[in-house]
């Protein structure tokens, strides 16, 4: 495992209920029995691969903190390159509206929402029970009266041209790769939320031309990417009449990020 003593570290927090700060200035603390059998069975659940974020029930993203299960993927620092960029595209003050597709735990979505109070958001996913997930954590943030959910495919019976921002993070393996994940992940996060297919792009190449769609003229799109991604889905993209695309880099130095924004009505030529 990449992080053992980070995990066994979470793991005891929730375990005996105590903090980062408590471990740390008081280690010879003496566990009930109860907390040393919670403590176990939270080792044990490890020892099998089950996600952290699985076994306590939670995951911090940004500055949020989020309820995750089975039903949607664990949020990932990768992601919040998406939110960074948002942010600095979105002034504070600014009101926009936010369309956030494959919405999962709403990781992306509450996340801006959090920092921008005049912002609204609709999230969409095919899963009812994502959405069950997206739900509770926009209610627990105080962020529900800002966030309405939509069980759908993808834009699906949305109108055209509603929306100043359109996020995603879609699914973007190919279905050979799976199996070639950490066991964490192809063994406990949902394959919905992982196969992009043969190639990993399938949905990419619906999303291109959905996205604009309903993205306002000079709206925003920004499209999680697998590292290996950036061509391809840069020229979906561009096949598909936007503007202005860029690829942005994860901490990492990787290729992580797609934007693009929407050419004004009218044009007569919008591959050009």
Same mark, same amino acid.
């Given at each position: 495992?990449?992080?053992?003593?980070?995990?066994?570290?979470?793991?005891?927090?929730?375990?005996?209920?105590?903090?980062?700060?408590?471990?740390?200035?008081?280690?010879?603390?003496?566990?009930?029995?109860?907390?040393?059998?919670?403590?176990?069975?939270?080792?044990?659940?490890?020892?099998?691969?089950?996600?952290?974020?699985?076994?306590?029930?939670?995951?911090?993203?940004?500055?949020?903190?989020?309820?995750?299960?089975?039903?949607?993927?664990?949020?990932?620092?990768?992601?919040?390159?998406?939110?960074?960029?948002?942010?600095?595209?979105?002034?504070?003050?600014?009101?926009?509206?936010?369309?956030?597709?494959?919405?999962?735990?709403? /990781?992306? #979505?509450?996340? +801006?929402?959090?920092? !921008?109070?005049? @912002?609204?958001?609709?999230? &969409?996913?095919?899963?009812?029970?994502?959405?069950?997930?997206?739900?509770?954590?926009?209610?627990?943030?105080?962020?529900?009266?800002?966030?309405?959910?939509?069980?759908?495919?993808?834009?699906?019976?949305?109108?055209?041209?509603?929306?100043?921002?359109?996020?995603?993070?879609?699914?973007?393996?190919?279905?050979?790769?799976?199996?070639?994940?950490?066991?964490?992940?192809?063994?406990?996060?949902?394959?919905?939320?992982?196969?992009?297919?043969?190639?990993?792009?399938?949905?990419?190449?619906?999303?291109?031309?959905?996205?604009?769609?309903?993205?306002?003229?000079?709206?925003?799109?920004?499209?999680?990417?697998?590292?290996?991604?950036?061509?391809?889905?840069?020229?979906?993209?561009?096949? /598909?009449? #936007?503007?202005? +695309?860029?690829?942005? !880099?994860?901490? @990492?130095?990787?290729?992580? &990020?797609?934007?693009?924004?929407?050419?004004?009505?009218?044009?007569?030529?919008?591959?050009?």
């Amino acid at each position: 495992m990449d992080s053992p003593a980070i995990d066994a570290r979470l793991l005891l927090e929730v375990a005996a209920d105590v903090s980062r700060t408590q471990i740390v200035t008081d280690p010879y603390r003496a566990l009930t029995t109860d907390q040393k059998a919670r403590f176990d069975d939270y080792l044990s659940r490890r020892e099998l691969r089950e996600p952290v974020s699985h076994i306590i029930g939670r995951k911090g993203f940004w500055k949020i903190m989020l309820g995750v299960n089975r039903h949607v993927l664990t949020p990932r620092p990768d992601t919040e390159v998406i939110v960074d960029l948002v942010l600095a595209a979105f002034p504070e003050h600014r009101s926009f509206s936010l369309l956030d597709l494959g919405i999962g735990s709403g /990781a992306i #979505a509450l996340a +801006i929402l959090a920092e !921008r109070p005049q @912002a609204e958001a609709l999230g &969409v996913d095919v899963s009812e029970e994502a959405l069950a997930v997206a739900r509770d954590n926009a209610a627990n943030l105080g962020l529900d009266a800002q966030l309405a959910l939509l069980r759908g495919d993808w834009t699906q019976g949305l109108a055209d041209a509603s929306f100043d921002l359109v996020v995603s993070n879609p699914p973007y393996v190919s279905t050979a790769e799976i199996e070639t994940l950490d066991p964490e992940v192809k063994d406990h996060e949902p394959r919905l939320a992982l196969d992009g297919g043969q190639d990993g792009l399938d949905a990419y190449r619906r999303l291109a031309a959905e996205a604009l769609r309903v993205l306002k003229p000079d709206g925003l799109v920004a499209f999680e990417i697998g590292h290996t991604q950036a061509s391809a889905v840069s020229n979906l993209l561009e096949a /598909a009449g #936007a503007k202005d +695309i860029r690829v942005h !880099r994860d901490l @990492a130095a990787r290729d992580r &990020v797609v934007t693009a924004a929407k050419k004004p009505l009218g044009n007569p030529f919008p591959n050009r």
